[in-house]
Every structure is written in C-alpha cells, then in structure tokens.
C-alpha cells in the first residue's frame, strides 16, 4: 500500500522558516518523481515544487521560487520542503504527491497533508 506521511507544518512568523518531511512507503520511491502542492482556505491546489528521481533536477512555482528548497533522501524514503522568508500567503496545507504521466501537475497518489499557518 502506498502511504506518503507528511510532517513538520506549524504556527511561524513572517520571515521565518520551516521544513517539512514526507515519509514515503508501499513503493520503490527512488523510481519516482515526486512533488508538493497546496491549497489555501477557499482556494484550489496550487503546485508548489517538483524534484526528479535523483534530486539532480527540481522545479518551483514563480511564488516560492528563490525561498523554498525541494529535496529528497532515497535512502531514507524521504522528500522535504525547505520554506525561508515564510509569508501570509503561504499558509495553506502542504501535501506531497507521487507524480505520474508527463505533467508536474499530475499525481496518483497524495498524503493527508501537513497545516502551515504563517501569521504574527
């Protein structure tokens, strides 16, 4: 069974940081692109990064581009989400996804998602 286990959100000031981990089983995840998304209160998905098999290549949305680092342990089954410079906006719950197909946006299976709330 697939299980992507998302970790590591909370309550951060503007400016600040977190990082969150995804712990992936069920699958070979090192075969596997992976990305994560998130969705603001009222508002639809919104893809946040995006990092390939190995970690060599990684993609960001224009938003988070420049503040937040993807990356991945596939020795540890293990992607992260490093966010610096956190802003309001940014609050959302975060998820981690498996990518499948030939678009970023496209994912199989998704975890229940981590809360990030960026607020003074």
């Known amino acids: 069974e697939v299980q992507l286990v998302e970790s590591g959100g909370g309550l951060v000031q503007p400016g600040g940081s977190l990082r969150l981990s995804c712990a992936a089983s069920?699958?070979?995840?090192?075969?596997?692109?992976m990305t994560w998304f998130r969705q603001a209160p009222g508002k639809g998905a919104e893809w946040v990064s995006g990092i390939d098999q190995r970690g060599g290549t990684t993609y960001y949305a224009p938003s988070v581009k420049g503040r937040f680092t993807i990356s991945r342990d596939n020795a540890e089954n293990t992607l992260y989400l490093q966010m610096n410079d956190l802003k309001p906006e940014d609050t959302a719950v975060y998820y981690c996804?498996?990518?499948?197909?030939?678009?970023?946006?496209?994912?199989?299976?998704r975890g229940q998602g981590t809360q990030v709330t960026v607020s003074s």
């Open positions: 069920g699958f070979t995840f090192r075969i596997y692109d």
């Open positions: 996804a498996r990518r499948t197909g030939n678009s970023w946006l496209k994912y199989d299976y």
